[in-house]
């Protein structure tokens, strides 16, 4: 895998159309700066195996992996799915009881 490094330059004329060059097109214009942090990144996932010994070497690679397994990233469960959550389940139980006093009361069975 091949790594770039871009820059944010809107106005320079080989810009993509969110602004950003390819540092190997501005040549001499420039400069390394020290200490820069990349924007965006998949270096992390080079390399990488699952348990089972399978390539998730990119993040397609991992969600489809983790698909196929059932598995999921607690980022994926915010405080609002877990609200949601609580209230169905608050409300399911509700809903059986309901369901339970109406077979006792009107039918006369447990």
Same mark, same amino acid.
């Given at each position: 895998?091949?790594?770039?490094?871009?820059?944010?330059?809107?106005?320079?004329?080989?810009?993509?159309?969110?602004?950003?060059?390819?540092?190997?097109?501005?040549?001499?214009?420039?400069?390394? !700066?020290?200490?820069?942090?990349?924007?965006? !990144?998949?270096?992390?996932?080079?390399?990488?195996?699952?348990?089972?010994?399978?390539?998730?070497?990119?993040?397609?690679?991992?969600?489809?992996?983790?698909?196929?397994?059932?598995?999921?990233?607690?980022?994926?469960?915010?405080?609002?799915?877990?609200?949601?959550?609580?209230?169905?389940?608050?409300?399911?139980? !509700?809903?059986?009881?309901?369901? !339970?006093?109406?077979?006792?009361?009107?039918?006369?069975?447990?």
């Amino acid at each position: 895998m091949s790594r770039i490094v871009l820059v944010y330059r809107p106005k320079h004329p080989r810009a993509n159309e969110r602004g950003f060059v390819d540092v190997r097109d501005l040549g001499d214009d420039f400069e390394e !700066t020290p200490g820069r942090v990349p924007v965006v !990144t998949d270096r992390h996932y080079e390399g990488i195996r699952a348990t089972d010994g399978t390539d998730i070497g990119s993040r397609k690679k991992r969600r489809a992996w983790m698909k196929r397994h059932g598995y999921a990233d607690t980022s994926d469960y915010s405080d609002s799915w877990r609200e949601k959550r609580a209230r169905s389940a608050e409300l399911a139980e !509700t809903k059986a009881l309901r369901e !339970t006093v109406a077979r006792i009361v009107y039918r006369g069975k447990p």
